[in-house]
T-cell receptor
């Protein structure tokens, strides 16, 4: 079974500064994907960034980057130059690629981190 | 276009009512999902459809009945719900079940009275 752990219930950051949101995971599968989603108070789950378990380079998407440390089983999200609109709940998630397994296709979420950006 | 459209956005229903939630995507995705989310909690998977066939049912009570009439459409039929079923219901789709991102709709906020 997969497990995602986000240990920071809440984080605060000053506008224009960088912030790191922590995520660790546990799985016995060798092939998996790691995802970060942003959920504003409106409720929509917005896809931010993806990292595959075999990707050697850390994923980047604009101001978002994923610090992937496979040996430590961590996939931290780094947001650079924070903006007021970044205030939201952030979820780390994982999906395993083992076709035929009972969890195949299942996207498992961590508990989330509420990020507040101060002006 | 990475849009997943859910209707209605808000729904209030009595415990004896029958209602349906609708989800639509036109990205050619062959996997679709229903999640239930309580306030300040992560989404919990309910159902997964792959190529219009039910792939995963996470032991969801039978008062929730999913339906996938075609590759673009996913419904969730609701009957005899309880107040504790009040939540945000999120639909998602992905190209297939493998290692690809899932795109979510804006959700339906359901209140059972």
């Amino acid at each position: 079974a997969q497990k995602i752990t986000q240990t920071q219930p809440g984080m605060f950051v000053q506008e224009k500064e960088a912030v790191t949101l922590d995520c660790t995971y546990d799985t016995s599968d060798q092939s998996y994907g790691l995802f970060w989603y942003k959920q504003p108070s409106s409720g929509e789950m917005i896809f931010l960034i993806y990292q595959g378990s075999y990707d050697e380079q850390n994923a980047t998407e604009g101001r978002y980057s994923l610090n992937f440390q496979k040996a430590r089983k961590s996939a931290n999200l780094v947001i650079s130059a924070s903006q007021l609109g970044d205030s939201a709940m952030y979820f780390c998630a994982m999906r395993v690629s083992n076709a035929g397994g009972t969890s195949y296709g299942k996207l498992t979420f961590g508990q989330g981190t509420i990020l507040t950006v101060h002006p | 276009d990475t849009e997943v459209t859910q209707t209605p956005k808000h729904l209030v229903m009595g415990m004896t009512n029958k209602k349906s939630l609708k989800c639509e995507q036109h990205m050619g995705h062959r996997a679709m999902y229903w999640y239930k989310q309580k306030a300040k909690k992560p989404p919990e998977l309910m159902f997964v459809y792959s190529y219009e066939k039910l792939s995963i049912n996470e032991s969801v009570p039978s008062r929730f009945s999913p339906e996938c009439p075609n590759s673009s459409l996913l419904n969730l039929h609701l009957h005899a719900l309880q107040p504790e079923d009040s939540a945000l219901y999120l639909c998602a789709s992905s190209p297939h079940l493998g290692n690809t991102e899932a795109f979510f709709g804006q959700g339906t906020r359901l209140t059972v009275v």
